[in-house]
Every structure is written in C-alpha cells, then in structure tokens.
C-alpha cells in the first residue's frame, strides 16, 4: 500500500477539503474519529428534518478510502469479509464486515466494485488506521493497497427529493439503483455517483476530487437552497441512522460483537468458502447467539444513552448501544444488546436515564423505513 493521506496519530486533527466552508456556514466543529467535522450547522432538528422531508449535504470525507487492485483482489478480500464478493457486478456496491478469527467485527464496510480486478472500501474514520493494517498483515502479492481518502473526497446529498435536485445529475441517474454506482457529473465535475448512504432515504453519496468537491458543495446548496436543501452535521447524521436501525461502530458493535449478536447476520455468507472468522461464525449460527439487538422507545424527555443498563423484572438485563431524540418521530429511541431471546415486541421495560428509571417498550426494528428502498428497485447481482 501507499501510505499516502494515512496521517492518524494519537494527536492529529485531520480536516477535509470542505473545512473552510464548514466554519464559513457556522458549522459547530468537534473531533470525530481524528477528523474536525460539524456536528451541526443550525440546528439538529432543522437538519434532521430537511433530510427525511428534502434532502441534506453531508460532508463524509472523514470516511477512510481505500483501493485494492490486482488479479487476486477478488480472492483477497473473500478471504477478508463476511458478505460475498462473488455475487457483485461491476457497477454494484455491497455492505459488509471484516472480522478477526473468534468472529469480533473490526468494522463494517461498504466495497463498490469498479471492474472485474479493481475495488474501492470504504471504511469508518475511527477504524480507518487498523483497517489497512490489517488488510496489508493479510495482502498476498500480486495485490495493491492505495489509501485514497485524501485525493478523493466524498458527499452524501440524502432525502427524498436528492434525485430531482442533484445538480445535472437528474437525467444521469435515474437508473442508478440502489447500492449501484457510475461515473458521471455534478455540476460539470467529473464524480462517481453512488446511490448508497446512511440515512434510510434515497440518495447519493458522491466521491470526488478533492481540488473539485467545493464546487459541487456549493452548487448543491445553491441549487437546493429554496427548497429547502440544508448542510447537515453529525447530530442529523445519528439521528437519521439510528431512525432506520443502521448500525453506528464503536455503539451498536465492536471486536466483542459478532455479526448475528448485531443483527447483521445477513452479511455473513457462510457457503462461500473460507474467510477469516468463518469458523467461529458457524458455531455461532449453530448455536444461536448470546445477545441480541432490540429497539425501545421511551417517553419525551427520557433519552437513553450509550451504556445505559436496560432493567426487566428488577435486575439489569442489558445495556443501551445508541439513543437519541427522533425528531420525526417525536419521542426518544435506543438499541440496546440483551440476551438472547429475551424480550418481544411490546414488553415493557425500563432504562437508566440520569441516575433514575425510565419507562420504556420494546419496538420492532427499523423505528423509521425512509425512501431508499422504495424510490428504486434494490439492485441485483
């Protein structure tokens, strides 16, 4: 691998190329995963809400981007991920897991496959480091390793009406569906336009030149500003994933967590052959898992946090991974991991909130189903 753009010591501060235009909005700035990012603009709410009734920009440069290539790539990183390579096209995206032997999930990833021999991962910010030394302790030769997250910038413009504000892009991508993928242009930028994101609505996430992606930021506002387009920070970022139950690493998961204790058990394609923490995996599946993820819905005013304990029929029985305000839905929200099977939809329980208990019922999953899967037909391999 080059080492290009890989720059995470313990006290580095990475900023994207939007930086400049995050404090020229009034972005409220915070240290995220080693990168100086916005966790807000105006408000929460008002982004929040912009992106399930319109559409938000987002600024997710801080994702780490890694290109693998090479004749054995394909091969290489069977070996590595749970979800299985062989069944994605050209053109296609897939979500997935790497993990160690004893099946803990170093992170969740998304691999958009570009040719037959050239892929790019996307990683999250925090595990961005341990990611590539991992995949370069497992690189057979033959294959490259190119971390790319400094040339290449990337944006996410999600909500409802992305596909008719996209600037230029709307007769272009029309057909992309979802988790698919093409090169072509916003604003007269050259940019590969992917129909993925982390919201639970339709829309695309767009990975550009990094001397080009000002451009796009500020056509993107420009030409969705009077319909109500808004920048939006980290705060609407949690709250519009947590909403679709999409797992947050660090949270929801970690290297103590395997993928059917996360609910992600549909990531792990145990008959395609062997792959790093396939055989833990199995004897999970055969015996079920220790834990499981529910959802819970509590009162106004009573937000559950991470690390919360979950208390049923007076003792602890679990512990709170992500919680938040749902705007949209107008009550607090929270996964929690507990043993398993516990609990079913409409058991009541209660959770720690500042030291006292506070009602709560557990929900089906997502709290929210958005416009992504609904706008386009998921794309098939």
């Not at 693998?68 to 749970?82: F, I, N, R, S």
């Not at 720690?352 to 609904?374: D, I, M, Q, T």
Request: charged share 20%.
């Amino acid at each position: 691998m080059t080492a290009s753009g890989l720059n995470l010591t313990a006290s580095a501060i990475n900023r994207t190329a939007l930086y400049d235009r995050h404090v020229a909005l009034g972005g409220r700035l915070v240290d995220f995963g080693g990168w100086e990012m916005p966790q807000q603009y105006s408000s929460i709410r008002d982004e929040h809400l912009a992106v399930r009734k319109v559409a938000g920009l987002f600024d997710v440069s801080h994702m780490g981007r890694l290109l693998v290539e090479g004749a054995a790539a394909e091969a290489y990183l069977q070996g590595l991920l749970t979800n299985d390579l062989g069944t994605l096209a050209p053109g296609h995206a897939l979500y997935t897991l790497l993990c160690r032997p004893d099946g803990g999930v170093i992170d969740d990833l998304v691999v958009y496959r570009e040719t037959k021999h050239r892929f790019l991962v996307v990683v999250n910010a925090s595990n961005r480091a341990k990611d590539t030394a991992w995949m370069c302790d497992h690189l057979p030769p033959g294959v490259s390793l190119e971390d790319r997250t400094r040339e290449i910038s990337l944006i996410a413009l999600q909500g409802p009406a992305a596909q008719a504000l996209l600037p230029g892009g709307s007769s272009d991508t029309a057909d992309i569906p979802y988790f698919g993928f093409r090169p072509g242009e916003v604003a007269g930028v050259s940019a590969l336009i992917s129909r993925t994101g982390y919201t639970g609505e339709d829309g695309f996430e767009l990975f550009i030149d990094s001397s080009q992606v000002g451009k796009v930021w500020d056509a993107i506002l420009e030409a969705g500003g009077a319909a109500g387009v808004l920048p939006a920070g980290l705060g609407a970022r949690d709250a519009t994933r947590l909403e679709a139950a999409l797992r947050l690493y660090g949270n929801d998961m970690d290297e103590t967590v395997n993928p059917y204790e996360a609910g992600l058990g549909w990531t792990v394609k145990l008959g395609k052959g062997d792959f790093i923490g396939r055989d833990a995996l199995v004897q999970v599946r055969e015996q079920g898992p220790r834990r499981t993820l529910i959802g819970l819905r509590t009162e106004p005013g009573s937000i559950p946090r991470h690390g919360a304990a979950l208390i049923a029929q007076g003792r602890r029985a679990g512990l709170v991974t992500s919680g938040t305000h749902s705007f949209f839905l107008g009550h607090p929200i929270a996964l929690a991991m507990v043993e398993a099977p516990s609990f079913r939809v409409g058991d009541k329980v209660a959770v720690e909130v500042r030291g006292r208990e506070a009602p709560a019922e557990v929900v089906k999953l997502p709290f929210y189903r958005g416009s992504a899967r609904s706008a386009v037909a998921p794309a098939k391999p």
